[in-house]
């Protein structure tokens, strides 16, 4: 599965609008690859602006601490068929891939209401 994570300078997954680094991860081949996230220039759009990026990578998957998404990023990622990684705090993204490899952490279709950000 090819999965998007945004990353800080920690290299700890954070929501979109949080982190410099879009990371590219293929569970498969273990392949990463790293680019600067697209949302941190912009002012508007930044969270649609990153997801369009990653689909464009051949994206599957998402990881989503609370605040990942905004309402309309929420909604595209979701009708793109998007799956999540739902994440209840920051952690790195080598836990991250160690909780993914032992099966502690599955992808699911949706989030829950109270995670996704307010559109403005």
């Known amino acids: 599965m090819i999965i998007a994570a945004v990353l800080d300078e920690r290299k700890f997954i954070v929501p979109i609008v949080e982190g410099k680094v ?3 991860y293929n569970s ?12 941190v220039h912009l002012k508007e759009g930044r969270r649609g602006a990153a997801l ?3 689909e464009k990578q051949g994206v599957e998957a998402f990881v989503a601490p609370p605040q ?6 929420y909604e ?6 998007i799956q999540f990684f739902q994440l209840s705090n920051s ?8 909780r993914i490899k032992t099966n502690l952490l599955l992808h699911q279709s949706e989030l829950p209401e109270n995670e996704i950000a307010l559109s403005f």
Not at 68 to 73: I, P
Not at 91 to 98: A, V, W
């Open 22 to 24: 879009l990371r590219i």
């Open 68 to 73: 990942t998404f905004c309402e309309l990023s």
């Open 91 to 98: 952690i790195s993204f080598d836990q991250f891939e160690d």
């Open 52 to 54: 369009k990026f990653a």
């Open 28 to 39: 498969k081949t273990k392949q990463v690859a790293d680019y600067e996230n697209p949302a």
């Open 76 to 81: 595209k990622a979701r009708n793109d068929g």
